[in-house]
């Protein structure tokens, strides 16, 4: 009730802001990342369009823009899950965008067909261990941790999270319904405790001993690497990470990312804005602060994604990915993973 009650009077103060003649551009994102404000601001500073953000969930978001219609202020929708892009086009709340020179050299898997939306960024929901009771030759595939040895042992967030739906959609293209549902009720069974907290937590609670394996999200451990926090550097530095699935697949991989709002007000600006954020600049900014994948294959990569090396990544598209997300979320529900 707060939430919304915050959304509505957010969106009425971006009404108001978007009514001076000022230039502007109306963002509404999930992305709850502090390189997004520095690089929007940069954006502000480079063209003079003044970004006004409303930060909520993107289910809210996408409600709000249905709710709004043609009358909503929204210019760029941005997403830290890909599939609510894919949900917003079908809900017929994008348009069409011009790809610009980058948006076309962006993989096709990572990108809308019509170009109603693009990939900014990719992340893998790989797996983090504490090295002293895990053995690297344990670990292979996300198949592997409903095995036996692993009860009591694994991490990972709740069914809420819009990253664990989206990895549970590819289990169901990889496994089909019933395949995905045995794994899902296998994890549960393994679960060290019941899930709770977000990506890190799950990380903190192997540093205190609750589990020894965790699924998340790859920036996450960059970010608590690069922590101005000395208890998350140290968390950090005692574990280790694994690309599941290289022999088979590939790891999943989900991508954040941003569609031009049907009804935007300001499209020239929103259009501005999304070639700027897949700008090289941009793009190496996000990898080197926030530790994403660039979508750009070009991109330069910070030190630390170097070192963790490529990966065989999962190449089903985020538009598949996007048709399983109902049916994931019922198969969360029947293997009882709260
Ligand atoms: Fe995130």
Redesign the pocket.
Known sequence: MRTSLFITLTAFMVLLLSCNDKEVVNVYSS???DVDTRLLNKFSEETGIKVNTVKADSDQLVTRMETEGDRSPADVLIT?DGTRLVIAKERGLLQRMEPGINGSKVPPQWRDRDNYWTGLTK?VRFMVYHPGRVDVNELSDYESLTADKWNGRLLVRSSNSH?NQTLLASMIIALGEDGALEWAGGIVNNMAREPGG??RDQVKFIAAGLGDVAIV?S??MGLLHNSGNSEERNVAEQMEVFFPNQDGRGAHVNI?GVGLAAHAPNRENGQRLIEFLLSMEAQEQIAKENFEYPVLPDAGLPDLLMNWGPFREDMVSLDSLGQYSGQAMRIFNRAGWK
């Open positions: 992305r709850h990342y830290a992340r990253y977000n990506d999200n920036y996450y954040s």
